[in-house]
């Protein structure tokens, strides 16, 4: 839409407006091929959202300064920044551009300022009011998003968020040859907690047992809530037998104290992918619940999995 604007301008403005659209265009190009290979993109991205009001800025200098008509231009980019960048990334965009914008003004037409200020009140409003608008549309996304993600009880992944990590872990796993362990646990008896104690007790239940759980997870494994009292993990990169270890310290620590002022156990079952086999989310979950019911048959409190021999193992 700018460059349209800008080629309907061009008998007036000069063709040469074109030029840092174009700049900022390639500057937003840029920032997209490095964001693969950064550890903060966000700055990458900052750096091109700048860009682009710095480019605006030139617009503004050569076409008149203050009275330029491209001046409120420089609220566009601010409009882009809830999309972005949190809260602080909102009020540094608009902290930044409202220096420029005043000081696009008095360099280039400061008389003009002073004897008309609403030539700079009015942008200033206007850009001030965009990014509140934009912080308020923020935390919506983030409220909606979150919640589409998040069980509200443990706050643990729900099943919408592991079918997307899943599906990105089948994609990875055909490219690099990446094992992924999978584990699925399930609560003891919790229908008879539920039953005796009341369903309070019982979310309170759930709530440190999948507390418990994180504990013992590093920063990329993940831990979903799939069911009434049932869990998954994901664990890429490990085999069956690192997936089999941390499964039973999974075991041991749920079994280990109580957990909604009462003493309870899990049940585990483990699966993994090879490294010559992509991983198979299907699969996997198939052969670990498969095995978390079997540790349930052979007495609970157990973690089940897969012998070098091709049986079920227990412990």
Request: hydrophobic share 50%; proline share 4%; with cysteine.
């Amino acid at each position: 839409m700018l460059a349209l604007a800008l080629v309907a301008s061009g008998p007036w403005l000069g063709w040469w407006t074109l030029l840092p659209l174009a700049l900022a265009g390639a500057m937003f190009r840029l920032a997209d091929t490095r964001i693969a290979h950064v550890t903060t993109p966000e700055y990458a991205l900052f750096a091109a959202w700048l860009g682009s009001q710095l480019m605006i800025v030139g617009s503004v200098v050569l076409t008149g300064g203050a009275q330029a008509p491209m001046l409120p231009w420089l609220a566009i980019p601010l409009m882009t920044l809830g999309a972005r960048f949190s809260e602080r990334g909102i009020a540094a965009g608009l902290g930044l551009s409202l220096l420029l914008l005043v000081g696009v003004a008095l360099v280039t037409d400061s008389r003009a300022v002073f004897d008309n200020p609403p030539l700079l009140f009015g942008p200033l409003a206007l850009m001030t009011c965009i990014a509140i608008f934009q912080t308020v549309l923020m935390r919506s996304d983030v409220k909606h998003r979150a919640a589409a993600v998040i069980d509200p009880l443990t706050g643990m992944l729900n099943r919408q968020a592991l079918t997307q990590r899943a599906a990105e872990l089948e994609q990875q796993s055909q490219l690099t040859a990446q094992a992924v362990g999978l584990i699925v646990g399930d609560i003891d008896h919790f229908k008879q907690i539920n039953d005796a104690h009341g369903h309070a007790v019982g979310d309170a239940v759930l709530k440190d047992v999948a507390f418990e759980l994180r504990k013992h997870l590093h920063a990329y494994d993940l831990c979903y809530r799939i069911g009434g009292e049932e869990f998954l993990v994901l664990l890429p990169g490990s085999d069956l037998e690192q997936t089999r270890r941390l499964a039973e310290c999974l075991r041991a620590s749920i079994a280990g104290q109580q957990h909604g002022g009462l003493c309870v156990t899990m049940s585990f079952g483990a699966a993994a992918s090879g490294h010559e086999t992509p991983f198979s989310y299907s699969q996997s979950f198939f052969e670990a619940d498969a095995r978390m019911y079997a540790a349930k048959r052979t007495g609970r409190d157990r973690v089940c999995w897969q012998s070098p021999t091709g049986e079920t193992a227990t412990a």
